[in-house]
């Protein structure tokens, strides 16, 4: 009896022991290392102080430093460091937990076996399950362990970096389970207050990995097996007359291939005769906007810009992240290309410190005659997801008046900053992101504008629950309209 005791004790003292390596403890003299080289790194940044003055921001690292003056586990901690580069409002700056922790948590405790769906104006709904059926697709989350969403929402916007609320609430929405470690350091038995006719409540288990990782490869889109493959674009034949063009990233991992991709398309548009091209941007995170020049080609005759303009920002982080990981960069012999997309990295190695190179030409196209060039209209659906050079794209397309644009506002900003370097810290292994250069799409005005469609169109709950494609309905029926018009018109 005495034996089974022993062994009894010594399993719960294995478990408790392998809980905490999920959430392990770190020292202040660690703590204080890792948050020495984010700051640091922070100078890399073109203006750190644009959302926020340098005097908050200090404000926000004193209080840190505080914190840390303890032993935090690690969950602590990171909040702690995201809460600093959130502060610099900048959706390309954010750090990052160690690669694979998140899948290693789910591999040991499940996954939260939901996908959810924050709205603009911060209402908290069900968009996916992965099995579990307690909560009904389309009910409106209204607790969280007793915690509202309201609250829940503005606690994990303070570790989020972003430039506008809806694209905020776009990565709380594409990150709830991470969220829901940061706020209860759980996700397993997560109580859920929730709104499906009457007032309901349910406790949700997680569900094994293998299971997760099964129905969510058997449930993958068509547009992520492309992306996966490099080859994030896509065309069809929608109606008689009528074509569209998907465009899931601006990566591109083979510009031959993309043109290639390009010109086959444009060829069978002129050979189908079709009169109205729709191009998708939705969903489309980014990329390199020069590479959306390609595509302009075969829809605009005439000059345009892909940027209006750039000012990157030489610093001893931006420098050390191309020496440390090709030392040959440190010979300052070296000759190198004047440029690698429109990173001028002579600059980076060899210019005066703190300074900033500004440039413009670069982003000039002039016109090029494509053999299928396109003369009809063109539709544009953006929505929050339009980011970086996504959003930059739908800058361009309206600024240049190239047709119709559809949706919503996009997520990312006509002044926004990019081009990032990424350190890990050296304690926790943490990751942060960090911009170097501040970017200015054609026709920008001021900071946290959005790009604003010509047909504003958000789709409802229910739209995103039974897979209704409102935007795309309405450029169908604006389609309809201008073709009727213009047949009208005919003598």
Not at 49 to 61: G, L, M, P, R
Not at 298 to 308: E, L, N, R, S, W
Not at 324 to 331: G, K, Y
Not at 478 to 488: C, L, N, W
Request: hydrophobic share 40%; with cysteine; proline share 4%.
């Amino acid at each position: 009896m005495r034996y089974l005791s022993i062994l009894i004790l010594s399993f719960l003292f294995s478990s408790t022991c392998f809980a905490q390596l999920e959430i392990r403890t770190l020292s202040p003299k660690k703590m204080k290392k890792d948050l020495e080289e984010l700051l640091n790194t922070v100078n890399a940044h073109p203006d750190p102080y644009t959302k926020i003055s340098k005097e908050a921001f200090q404000s926000i690292v004193d209080e840190v430093e505080k914190n840390i003056s303890i032993e935090l586990d690690q969950i602590d901690f990171y909040k702690n460091m995201a809460r600093i580069v959130a502060a610099i409002r900048d959706g390309h700056s954010r750090v990052f937990m160690p690669n694979s922790w998140l899948s290693n948590i789910r591999k040991k405790n499940g996954v939260f076996p939901y996908e959810m769906y924050l709205t603009n104006d911060g209402k908290l709904f069900v968009m996916k399950s992965y099995g579990d059926e307690q909560l009904p697709l389309g009910c409106q989350i209204l607790e969280i362990n007793g915690m509202k969403v309201e609250e829940f929402v503005k606690e994990v916007s303070s570790f989020t970096s972003y430039e506008t609320v809806p694209f905020c609430n776009d990565k709380i929405s594409r990150s709830f389970e991470f969220m829901l470690y940061l706020v209860f350091k759980k996700v397993d038995e997560v109580k859920f207050k929730f709104l499906y006719a009457k007032e309901s409540e349910a406790v949700i288990k997680t569900m094994p990995y293998k299971e997760w990782k099964t129905q969510k490869k058997d449930l993958r889109e068509e547009r992520d097996k492309k992306i996966a493959r490099g080859e994030p674009y896509d065309f069809s034949i929608i109606k008689p007359g009528i074509a569209k063009i998907d465009i899931f990233s601006f990566s591109v991992s083979n510009i031959e291939k993309f043109n290639f991709f390009l010109n086959k398309t444009f060829k069978e548009i002129e050979n189908e005769k079709v009169h109205s091209l729709i191009i998708d941007v939705r969903g489309n995170y980014g990329g390199w906007p020069k590479v959306a020049s390609e595509l302009f080609h075969y829809i605009h005759q005439g000059y345009f810009k892909t940027m209006a303009q750039s000012s990157m920002k030489i610093s001893h982080p931006y420098r050390r992240y191309f020496t440390d990981a090709n030392p040959i960069l440190r010979n300052a012999s070296i000759a190198l290309p004047a440029r690698r997309h429109f990173v001028d990295i002579d600059q980076v190695l060899n210019g005066k410190i703190d300074s900033y190179v500004k440039e413009d030409a670069f982003f000039n196209e002039a016109p090029i005659k494509e053999r299928f060039e396109f003369l009809g209209d063109c539709y544009l659906l953006i929505d929050r997801k339009s980011y970086s050079a996504s959003s930059s794209f739908a800058s361009t397309f309206q600024c240049y008046s190239m047709g119709y644009i559809i949706g919503e506002p996009t997520g990312g900003t006509k002044i926004f900053r990019a081009n990032a370097i990424f350190k890990t810290l050296p304690a926790t292994s943490f990751v942060v992101r960090m911009s170097t250069t501040k970017l200015y799409t054609t026709c920008f005005d001021e900071e946290d504008q959005p790009i604003t469609p010509n047909v504003e169109v958000i789709p409802s709950i229910l739209d995103k629950v039974h897979k209704v494609d409102s935007p795309l309905n309405m450029a169908l029926m604006m389609i309809k309209k201008v073709q009727k018009a213009k047949a009208t018109k005919k003598p």
